[in-house]
């Protein structure tokens, strides 16, 4: 063994040791933690012939890297839609790297360890009380729970009239159908050869929605004269948080011939709430739906799952198998994740979230939720008071908004580039109903009624200062 390995391996107790601590000093003050810095590096470091152990090279990060972190887990974090960790999720975290199992199968020789992925997709189904003709997996993000599901769909399409596209490639057009697409449905459009264009835009509801308009989607459906088509449908889109009416969607799935798929990336946990459960109501109908668990779940990244109906799985099979040869045996019993998801080799993806969902039980994540939507509800009066105005209702977490008044339009991205400096909070542009605007997010199990105050008051500071 080489000796420097040598040597780690008969001081790992005190390399683990000391990044415990290391973890715990960032943890422990992660509220004071900038959201974002200038610090930089040159990328170009050179690798050593001999190298520096596992000490040295810790001092090396904690001198040169270290620095480059902000507190993208922390309470003030408000960009995109980001999540944090929990202690919990942390410890799962850990112990898949620490395990390092090579998740495949549920019955072989090599290790069964995706039955714990079974056993957390089941907690899963639970949480969001969906039914179990669902079958789930874990992948990186939504952004690939969306492929693993619409490459299921573009299969299924195929199938309507007899081809196979996973073997033979596409050979005719794809209909697509969808109001508000994430911009990573589109991009999964590319990638799957459908084509990043190549999509019907349904109307959105009349005023200040983002959800489809059903009556435009059954006319747009008309106009396909009965050729199958796939629905994307949004739980949940980043700027307003709106959803689409899924109980319409499940009896127009009645009459016409589709693909149903639900991007429910974070707003598919309004499930979890009495208050807001409503929203989802239907979405069991779905064939195929996207959650993200390093979102609300509070989960490190990479995070997520895809839920596709028990049903689909032989058309799953054929988009994802390995081998040219038929699939033997019944493919539930013989089941393998390296037949029904992108990824071969995978690491125990789904541990933080089974640590998470065991140690706070559904309550704990009822309670994250809640405390979230009402802490934006909070942000989107304290705006108003001030001299902002909100461009969308807030239906659940995320308040979009700009500087109050028109004049003030060529203002937003200096306001928010100088609010962003200041380290306190990090918020995202955006644009909505062509307005600039600026989306914060509510996810993180750590914000608190304090967070938003300090927010409010450096907002007042900047825009004083503008
Ligand atoms: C965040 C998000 C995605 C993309 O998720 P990643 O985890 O970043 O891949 C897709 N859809 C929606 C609605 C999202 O909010």
């Not at 890297?65 to 202690?87: D, E, H, K, N, Q």
Request: hydrophobic letters at 40%; aromatic letters at 10%; charged letters at 20%.
């Amino acid at each position: 063994m080489n000796s420097k390995l040598q040597h780690d391996l008969n001081n790992f107790e005190n390399i683990l040791e000391k990044t415990k601590q290391q973890g715990i000093d960032f943890l422990n003050n992660i509220e004071n933690i900038p959201t974002s810095n200038t610090y930089s590096i040159d990328p170009k470091t050179v690798l050593n012939e001999l190298g520096l152990g596992s000490i040295e090279a810790l001092k090396e990060f904690n001198e040169r890297l270290a620095p480059l972190m902000v507190s993208s887990s922390g309470p003030r974090y408000w960009g995109f839609v980001t999540g944090g960790s929990t202690p919990a999720s942390i410890v799962g975290d850990w112990l898949a790297s620490v395990y390092d199992q090579n998740t495949q199968s549920v019955t072989s020789q090599g290790g069964n360890s995706a039955l714990i992925e079974f056993e957390t997709i089941n907690l899963l189904l639970q949480l969001l009380e969906l039914p179990d003709s669902f079958l789930g997996g874990f992948v990186t993000g939504a952004t690939m729970s969306n492929f693993t599901s619409l490459a299921v769909a573009r299969q299924w399409f195929g199938k309507q009239s007899g081809k196979d596209f996973a073997k033979n490639g596409i050979s005719e057009p794809i209909n697509i159908l969808t109001a508000t697409p994430h911009s990573s449905s589109v991009k999964c459009l590319s990638l799957l050869g459908i084509g990043s264009q190549n999509y019907t835009v349904v109307k959105t509801i009349e005023g200040n929605r983002e959800a489809l308009d059903i009556g435009d989607l059954e006319e747009k459906i008309k106009a396909l004269n009965g050729k199958p088509f796939i629905l994307i449908s949004s739980a949940g889109t980043v700027n307003t948080a709106d959803f689409d009416d899924f109980e319409a969607i499940a009896a127009l799935k009645e009459k016409y011939n589709f693909w149903w798929h639900i991007d429910g990336a974070f707003g598919g946990f309004a499930a979890v709430s009495e208050k807001y459960k409503h929203y989802v109501k239907g979405w069991d109908g779905a064939d195929s739906i996207t959650i993200d668990c390093h979102k609300w779940l509070n989960v490190p990244y990479e995070s997520a799952f895809y839920l596709i109906k028990k049903d689909h799985i032989n058309l799953q099979i054929e988009t994802f198998q390995n081998s040219n040869a038929p699939y033997l045996g019944n493919p539930l019993e013989n089941f393998n994740y390296l037949n029904v998801l992108p990824e071969n080799s995978r690491r125990l993806r789904a541990l933080p979230a089974w640590f998470s969902l065991k140690a706070y039980g559904k309550e704990g994540f009822r309670d994250i939720i809640e405390d979230s939507t009402a802490l934006a509800l909070h942000f989107g009066n304290a705006l108003i008071e001030n001299d902002f105005e909100l461009l969308a209702p807030i239906r659940l977490n995320n308040v979009c908004f700009t500087l109050k008044g028109e004049h003030n339009q060529e203002k937003v991205s200096q306001f928010l580039s100088a609010l962003n400096d200041t380290g306190k909070v990090f918020m995202t542009p955006t644009v909505y109903q062509n307005k600039k605007g600026i989306r914060a997010s509510f996810v993180n199990w750590r914000t608190t009624e304090d967070d938003v105050k300090l927010v409010i008051e450096e907002m007042r500071e900047v825009l004083s200062e503008l």
